[in-house]
């Protein structure tokens, strides 16, 4: 299906430099995003994690389940200040998805997708230039990008894997099961029968050295269902000693844990887990 988009069109003016007065520029196309969507292209572009949606619209998204109220919660506007710094000598780090953001946004878009036809991953009638939306065309054609590289297939276009677009040519890869990809529920059954395991002891507190504060600051407001901008850590041991599947507080926790596990922390974290 083809990406959904909106276009309007904004009309500028300037001032004649003889007269004083004010006339109209040609009209300049503009992209309208909703909040639904600017949330979609967050996910699509790596700065916010998904929520896999269980019965998705395949005809106007990618399968990741997104509200459209307006971009003020704590995960989106942390997710457009992930975005903000990585091109912040255009933009103003603030959080707020402004006129300036959005078109970045929105070129951004464009370049990825530019880069997925033309390596052939995708067609001009799949993804006109005209539809600079991460709808159902480009998460497929990303999951075909990514599966000639031996890549997780999730649809999600990360800054290293937009690098690796840029190349001239790409050469294709055999499709390997990712050897550092945690699954934390898996480990933590694992942990469940021995929990006084060197090993698992050992790993868990080098993850916890390894992650940054902000990340185990929200980890522990979603384990206590609380809201405190110093709050007092959980030790990781802790969380995976005392989680309760049936606890959503738990599950939440664990959910967000396992979303900001980088490949490297992963690889590290599992070499001590499975260590004998």
Sequence with gaps: MLDLFVSTYSIFIKQDTLTGS?????PKPMAVYSPQIIRHILIGLGYLAPEIDPNPDLTKFAPWKRNDNSLTDQPTEEAI?????????????????????????EDTVKGLQNRLKFHGFATNAEIPSDKPFYGPATYTAVKRFQKSQGLTENGIATTQQRQILQQPTLQNKPQTQPQSQVKLIDLY?????????????????????NLPKDVLNKVTNKWRGTNDQNPEIVK??????????????HRDALNHLQSQITPAVSQAFLSLWNKK
């Excluded at 059954?189 to 050295?209: D, G, H, M, T, W």
């Excluded at 990781?236 to 507080?249: E, I, M, S």
């Design 236 to 249: 990781l041991t802790n969380l995976f000693t005392y989680y309760d599947d049936n606890n959503a507080n």
């Design 22 to 26: 004010l006339i109209a520029k040609e």
């Design 189 to 209: 059954s694992q942990f469940k029968k021995n929990p006084q395991n060197p090993s698992y002891i050992a790993a868990l507190n080098n993850l916890q050295q």
């Design 81 to 105: 200040k992930r975005f903000q710094k990585q091109y912040s000598q255009k933009l103003v780090v603030s959080g707020n998805a402004d006129a300036e953001t959005r078109s970045v946004i």
